[in-house]
Each structure stands twice: as C-alpha cells, then as structure tokens.
T-cell receptor, first 113, second 115 residues
Framework: DIVMTQSPDSLAVSLGERATINCKSS????????????LAWYQQKPGQPPKLLIY???TRESGVPDRFSGSGSGTDFTLTISSLQAEDVAVYYC?????????FGQGTKLEIK | EVQLVESGGGLVKPGGSLRLSCAAS????????MSWVRQAPGKGLEWVGR??????????DYAAPVKGRFTISRDDSKNTLYLQMNSLKTEDTAIYYC??????WSQGTLVTVSS
C-alpha cells in the first residue's frame, strides 16, 4: 500500500501569511504514460464533506481561490496557501489515486495564530 | 449542479447488515469509477472500495478491513451506487461518503454499529 505522510500534523499561521503543508508518498504516484501525478488535496471543515482543492498535484479545481496552489512530483508534494484567510481554517488532506488501495494522508489541522 | 445523494445510514447491531445507496444527478454516472470513503468520528479519511465503469470492466476493489464483508455494486439505469455492508463491527462506525474521486463527493451518511 502507498502510505501518505503529511507534515506538520497541525499548523498555526497569522492572517495574511503563507501556510505550507507537505505530503510524502511511500511510492511514486507519477504515471509515466500521461506524465500526471495522481495526487489531490482536500479541505475539510467540521460537519462537511471534503472539498477538492487541487488535482493532478497542481491543477486548481474550478472556483477555488488562486491563493491555493499545489506543487511537487513523484513522491514529494506541497500545498501552499499564499495569504491565509479566516475561512481557510480547516483540516487538509492529501490523497493518492494512483493505485488501489487509494490512500489519504493523516490530515493537517490549520489554525489562525 | 452535480449531486450525489446518499441514503440508508443508521444504527445497526454488531453482526448486522446495512445497505447504503448513492443517487447521482447531473453527472455522467455510467462512465464514472465510483468509490466509497469513510471517516470514523474525529478521525481521518479511509478509502473503502471502488467499482469501475461497466465499459472498463465493472470490477471492484476493497480495502483490507472490509474485504469479504462489504460489496459495492452499481445500477447505471438508475444512476445509483450501492454499498452492501455485512457482518458489521463497531469499528465500522463512521460517516460514509460516495465519491467519483477525486472530484465529486456526497454529503455523507452516518453508520453507527453498536449494541
């Protein structure tokens, strides 16, 4: 199974500052035939389902503010929020959909400092 | 607007069975590979299983904790996904989501396994 490890587990950032969450997969999730990384990022707020932010490691979902960006390839990935807003307080998950069993990171709780 | 609407959650005793349904609308359901994902109270996300589209073989894969107990099926004529859960255990207590990973997710339905 591919293990997804996020760091840190929790993060406190001041409003307007940058937040960075890392995700490392135990195996490569880059599919060579289409050169796509099968890696997504989600935001989850209490009582709500996960909301897709980023797919293919760096493609922003429609309607997601451009302060959210994804980067990385192979086994190392990053979600960056360029200027933290109050509504960004949530738990963030990375997820590999390269192969089954699909797996998720343990989550990173983002709070306001 | 794409919608995935679940039904069938509730309280069941250990060893019991339950079937969840997930109805899709405004969505090319018959082409989608569909998954079930669960989230135990206060915990992270756990993939349960997946069914491919019929054109891609319609085969299923399951996570180890549910293999042999849970069965995923689909009825493309009804745009509906199912999760048959048998021999339920207390550790199966969770919110269950259907999803066309990674994009579309249902609101989730709570399954509580308790005596």
């Amino acid at each position: 199974d591919i293990v997804m490890t996020q760091s840190p587990d929790s993060l406190a950032v001041s409003l307007g500052e940058r937040a960075t969450i890392n995700c490392k997969s135990s195996q490569n999730v880059l599919y060579s035939s289409n050169n796509e990384n099968y890696l997504a990022w989600y935001q989850q707020k209490p009582g709500q389902p996960p909301k897709l932010l980023i797919y293919w490691a760096s493609t922003r979902e429609s309607g997601v503010p451009d302060r959210f960006s994804g980067s990385g390839s192979g086994t190392d990935f990053t979600l960056t929020i360029s200027s933290l807003q109050a509504e960004d307080v949530a738990v963030y998950y990375c997820h590999q959909y390269y192969t089954t069993p699909y797996t998720f990171g343990q989550g990173t709780k983002l709070e306001i400092k | 607007e794409v919608q995935l609407v679940e039904s069938g959650g509730g309280l069941v005793k250990p060893g019991g069975s339950l079937r969840l349904s997930c109805a899709a609308s405004e969505f090319t359901f018959n082409k989608a590979w569909m998954s079930w994902v669960r989230q135990a109270p206060g915990k992270g996300l756990e993939w349960v299983g997946r069914i491919k589209s019929k054109t891609d073989g319609g085969t299923t894969d399951y996570a180890a904790p549910v293999k042999g107990r849970f069965t995923i099926s689909r009825d493309d004529s009804k745009n509906t996904l199912y999760l048959q859960m048998n021999s339920l255990k207390t550790e199966d207590t969770a919110i269950y989501y259907c999803s066309s990973l990674p994009r579309r997710w249902s609101q989730g339905t709570l399954v509580t396994v308790s005596s």
